[in-house]
């Protein structure tokens, strides 16, 4: 089970979490709805980095990091598509690449989840 902090820096979702009420009770509602909504994977690579970050298991610094990024543009694309309620597609033109508009965004949102992640444990 993930903690307070875990789920809030993975999520993005803020609330008062002394689990003691009820608006705890919304608080890990909608942290499991968003993890629910996750892919497997993403959910699997997020458990993995943890798991290195807490030195449970060995990943060199290089495999750690790209799957930090790896989890970092997942939760920013689910952010971005979850901000402005159309599918991915939507956003990228016929070659992938981000219309300017969301790919703004999305890079704010990618510095904002890389933060929250780096500085969970600290």
């Known amino acids: 089970m993930l903690s307070f902090n875990e789920l809030e820096n993975i999520t993005g979702i803020e609330q008062d979490r002394d689990a003691n009420n009820d608006e705890d009770v919304l608080f890990i509602e909608a942290c499991n709805q968003f993890w629910q909504k996750l ?7 997020i458990y993995q980095w943890l798991q290195a970050e807490a030195g449970n298991i060995n990943l060199c610094e290089d495999d750690k990091h790209s799957l930090l990024m790896e989890i970092v543009c997942e939760l920013s694309d689910t952010a971005l ?7 991915l597609d939507d956003m990228t033109d016929e070659d992938g690449s981000f219309y300017e508009k969301y790919q703004d965004r999305f890079n ?4 904002e989840i890389e933060e929250r992640l780096l500085t969970m444990n600290k």
């Open 108 to 111: 704010d949102l990618y510095d």
């Open 81 to 87: 598509v979850s901000e402005y309620g159309i599918p």
């Open 39 to 45: 892919p497997e994977s993403d959910r699997k690579n």
